[in-house]
Every structure is written in structure tokens, then in C-alpha cells.
């Protein structure tokens, strides 16, 4: 590491951080990130759904997804294996997570972190996890939930301690037979001394999210081979969700996309300074349940309600403008727009980052 050619100084690309968050020491090299401020107030707290029972007035049912990767995806095992091992013609590569028909997979786990992290940031909510080493740097009133009774927004539908959540996410699995090789530049690990990450309080100014570039960069002087979804690579998951109010169904469908306003994409995986994992969303279908008492009182199953083409369009705008009156948060959901924005024609930094 000590060895690496230092970053060349690179003009700004707005929009950067804001003013309030720059650093004047490092005012001329631009960072692949931006932190999206806190909401002012703190969040509001609520016991949430429970799972005991269908609600009469919430949401339940199935989102079927398709997910098209834009720029190389890798979701790291951690494991270092022989190229050869998995068929590769480099010496050495990080392997991604495979299924047992050897496709790729990206674990429902990376999944909904990376959902999650969005939701949060465009919802007055808390944070989900902090590492005890700069607790002290975290507003008060955004640290993680506690009690299952009073829970942020956020919360109440991915889940806290000792709280499930009222949403479940699949593996998604690639529809593609093969993967790629790619090359992954080594990084440095982040630097959170940087007084950009601060307010003059001291504690940190709001969550940090790495742009959607259009493209990634695969060269540099150290770095290694990772077995990658390319570009254009496929995959399809579900997302099963119950007991939502049409506002939290609405924030999730702006999380993926779906709002025409905020056409967004999500960042999975590893690489994301350098442009990797850039992925956008497609909902081809929902699945809403029919007559739950029939369905659990009938030895015959009932149909489903699946929204697909036109009726899918309206019920999906439907919950998102219902999100927009009661949930969203205008100035964080514009924020991270100019960060996860996608197509997106910002270039991502060259050298080590």
C-alpha cells in the first residue's frame, strides 16, 4: 500500500458534498461520495405491525423482481481460490457466492442491507447497526432501535432487535449460464478522520452513499481478479412483504426505482468507489393475497391477485404517491436522487481511492 502512486488532483463533479461537509484540505480532489443529511426532527417511534394476524387495512403479498446489472457486480465470499478451480484462466480470484447449479447468486442478506440503507436515508429513521468505535460520533437520537414497542420507521418494517420485520428477501439468482473475470483495483479502507464526515459538533453529518457512475474502472498497478456478473447480466428474486401500510410499500417501491421522478439505481456488492454494482430494478409483477380467511379456511388454495402490464403501473404509483404525502423525506429523497441517479454520465475517480 505504502507504495501506490498518491490520487492525481482532480477537479470537483457537482453535485459534491455540501458545503457544510467539505473538507478545505482536500477541496480540489474529488470524492466518490456524498453523505445525505439527518432529517432535522427525530424519528418518530411506533409499536409496530405484528405478526399474529392479517390486517384487514395493510398490504400482503409478493414482488417479483428482475435485476439488470449496468456496471460488473461482485459479491465477495472471502474466499481466494485457484482460477482453475472454478474454471478461470487467471492464477488466483475472488470467488462470488454460486448456487448449486453454479449460477451466481446474490444473497438476500446483500440485498436487503443495501435496500434497507436507502430506506432509511429517504425515511426519518435510525440507523440499523453502528460499530461501538464511533458511537460517540452518532447523533443520539439516531441510534439503533431497542425497544420492539418503539420503533423508527425503518424498524418497523425491516426489523430491530427482537423484531423480525414484516418483509423477507430471496437469494436472487442469475439468469445468465456463465460469469465473468474482472479485476478489482485495490482500495483504501475508509477514511473517516476526514472532517467532512463531521459537523462542527462533532458528530457525523448524515449516511454515506458512493454515486452511480457510467462505468467502472477495472485497471490499476495492485488490485486482484474477482469473478464478477458482467454487464448486462440478469438476475430474478422475490421480495415477500405483509402487513404494510401503502405509504411503506410506496417508500420500498421508490428504494427500487419505480418512481418515474427518481429514477434511481441500488450499489451491491464491492468496488462501489470505483463504479462497481451498479444495479437497476425492474417489478414485473406483484402478487397481492386474496380472501385470507378463505385461503386459510379452504382445503383448496385460492388464487392469487397478480398485478402485472397496466394494473401493475397503477398500483405501484398508487403507493408511491401515498409514500410521498406521509413518509418520504423531500430533501434526503433529493439528495440521494443526485447520488444513485441513473443512467448517469459522472465518471468514476482514476487511481487508488
Same mark, same amino acid.
Given at each position: 500500500?505504502?507504495?501506490?502512486? $498518491?490520487? =492525481? ?5 457537482? #453535485?459534491? &458534498? ?10 480540489? /480532489? ?113 441510534? $439503533?432501535? =431497542? ?5 423508527? #420507521?425503518? &424498524? ?10 414484516? /418483509? ?186
Amino acid at each position: 500500500m505504502t507504495n501506490a502512486p $498518491p490520487p =492525481k488532483p482532480r477537479k470537483p463533479i457537482p #453535485p459534491t &458534498s455540501s458545503p457544510e461537509l467539505d473538507d478545505p484540505n482536500e477541496s480540489d /480532489i474529488f470524492k466518490p461520495y456524498k453523505l445525505v443529511s439527518f432529517p432535522k426532527s427525530p424519528p418518530p417511534k411506533a409499536r409496530p405491525a405484528g405478526h399474529d394476524k392479517y390486517l384487514g387495512d395493510r398490504l400482503h403479498g409478493t414482488l417479483h423482481l428482475t435485476l439488470k446489472v449496468q456496471t460488473p457486480l461482485h459479491v465477495s465470499t472471502g474466499v481466494v481460490a485457484l482460477g482453475s478451480d472454478i474454471g478461470s484462466p487467471v492464477a488466483l480470484i475472488k470467488t462470488m457466492t454460486q448456487g448449486n447449479d453454479q449460477k451466481l447468486v446474490i444473497q438476500g442478506s446483500s440485498l436487503k442491507g443495501c435496500i434497507r440503507s436507502v430506506y432509511e436515508a429517504i425515511t426519518n429513521s435510525t440507523l440499523a447497526v453502528i460499530t461501538p468505535r464511533y458511537r460517540d460520533k452518532i447523533p443520539s437520537e439516531r441510534l $439503533p432501535c =431497542k425497544k420492539k414497542d418503539e420503533l423508527c #420507521p425503518a &424498524s418497523q418494517v425491516f426489523g430491530a432487535l427482537d423484531w423480525q420485520g414484516l /418483509i423477507e428477501f430471496s437469494d436472487a439468482k442469475c439468469e445468465n449460464p456463465s460469469y465473468g473475470t474482472g479485476f478489482m483495483p485495490s482500495l483504501y479502507a475508509p477514511r473517516t478522520q476526514r472532517r467532512n464526515y463531521y459537523t462542527s459538533r462533532g458528530v457525523a453529518a448524515g449516511r454515506k452513499f458512493y454515486y452511480n457512475f457510467a462505468k467502472s474502472i477495472d485497471k490499476g498497478h495492485q488490485g486482484t481478479n474477482v469473478q464478477q456478473a458482467a454487464k448486462d447480466f440478469t438476475f430474478t428474486t422475490q421480495i415477500h412483504f405483509k402487513n404494510l401500510k401503502p405509504a411503506e410499500l410506496g417508500t420500498l417501491l421508490i428504494v427500487l426505482g419505480q418512481d418515474p421522478n427518481y429514477p434511481i439505481a441500488l450499489k451491491v456488492g464491492g468496488g462501489k468507489p470505483i463504479g462497481m454494482g451498479t444495479v437497476t430494478v425492474s417489478v414485473t409483477a406483484i402478487e397481492q393475497a386474496g380472501n385470507l380467511r378463505d385461503r386459510y379456511s379452504a382445503y383448496i388454495a385460492t388464487e392469487s391477485n397478480r398485478l402485472t402490464g397496466d394494473k401493475l403501473q397503477v398500483f405501484i404509483q398508487t403507493q408511491i404517491k401515498a409514500a410521498h404525502s406521509s413518509l418520504i423525506q423531500s430533501p434526503q429523497l433529493q439528495q440521494l436522487a443526485e447520488v444513485l441517479r441513473y443512467p448517469s454520465d459522472l465518471q468514476p475517480p482514476s487511481g487508488m481511492y
